[in-house]
């Protein structure tokens, strides 16, 4: 995994494989804490005790292919970079999954661009309510939200072009205006 936007594309599908019809992304960049906190958290079936521990394991995933590795990359590239990943969940009551880094870590992978996450996870699941909050730099801040007055006829079928690339065009645009810029990760720093 390149980047930090790919493991979040990663979580935000299991949110949809957990039924979920509402997914937030929250992602800030903390500098005067040296803290990079990506949470990605939904309102799906949610797991029981034993489940969440579980998940941490590659050889445990509940599809057919047995194996389940997002959890695990995340947690591998959060702790090569002096971070942790955190799971809540109950069953019934959602997910919410938080993975903190430190920010200049010579080895904290790239943020990476979040506006392509977000289409590709639309592209797949356009009925699900996704919304996008960035914190950056200097308190600047951006919340989007897709379904603010988009109907789903809209966002499927001969629409769902348009409606892709509004998204990507305000994502950006309300991003880089908050202070979201390329990001080389945390050599860069
Ligand atoms: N948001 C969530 N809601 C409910 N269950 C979840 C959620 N995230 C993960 N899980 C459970 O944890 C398991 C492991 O997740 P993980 O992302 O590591 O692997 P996977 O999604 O099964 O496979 P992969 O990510 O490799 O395609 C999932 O199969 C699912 O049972
Ligand atoms: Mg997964």
């Given at each position: 995994?390149?980047?930090?936007?790919?493991?979040?594309?990663?979580?935000?599908?299991?949110?949809?494989?957990?039924?979920?019809?509402?997914?937030?992304?929250?992602?800030?960049?903390?500098?005067?804490?040296?803290?990079?906190?990506?949470?990605?958290?939904?309102?799906?079936?949610?797991?029981?005790?034993?489940?969440?521990r579980?998940?941490?394991?590659?050889?445990?995933?509940?599809?057919?292919?047995?194996?389940?590795?997002?959890l695990?990359f995340?947690?591998?590239?959060?702790?090569?970079?002096?971070?942790?990943?955190?799971?809540?969940?109950?069953?019934?009551?959602?997910?919410?999954?938080?993975?903190?880094?430190?920010?200049?870590?010579?080895?904290?992978?790239?943020?990476?661009?979040?506006?392509?996450?977000?289409?590709?996870?639309?592209?797949?699941?356009?009925?699900?309510?996704?919304?996008?909050?960035?914190?950056?730099?200097?308190?600047?801040?951006?919340?989007?939200?897709?379904?603010?007055?988009?109907?789903?006829?809209?966002?499927?079928?001969?629409?769902?072009?348009?409606?892709?690339?509004?998204?990507?065009?305000?994502?950006?645009?309300?991003?880089?205006?908050?202070g979201?810029?390329?990001?080389?990760?945390?050599?860069?720093?």
């Amino acid at each position: 995994m390149l980047d930090i936007s790919l493991h979040l594309l990663d979580l935000m599908q299991n949110c949809a494989h957990s039924g979920a019809t509402r997914v937030e992304v929250m992602v800030h960049e903390d500098e005067t804490q040296d803290l990079l906190e990506v949470t990605v958290k939904d309102n799906g079936q949610g797991m029981d005790e034993e489940t969440v521990r579980r998940a941490m394991d590659p050889f445990y995933s509940s599809s057919p292919k047995r194996v389940g590795l997002g959890l695990p990359f995340i947690a591998q590239a959060a702790s090569i970079a002096g971070g942790c990943v955190r799971v809540d969940s109950t069953p019934g009551g959602g997910t919410e999954v938080t993975a903190t880094f430190q920010l200049s870590h010579l080895d904290r992978q790239p943020i990476g661009d979040l506006a392509a996450t977000a289409v590709s996870f639309l592209a797949g699941n356009p009925g699900t309510e996704l919304s996008i909050v960035y914190r950056g730099r200097f308190g600047r801040a951006f919340s989007f939200g897709t379904l603010e007055g988009v109907p789903l006829e809209m966002r499927t079928g001969l629409g769902q072009i348009g409606f892709l690339a509004l998204v990507e065009e305000r994502l950006r645009g309300g991003l880089a205006d908050a202070g979201f810029g390329p990001d080389g990760g945390g050599h860069t720093n």
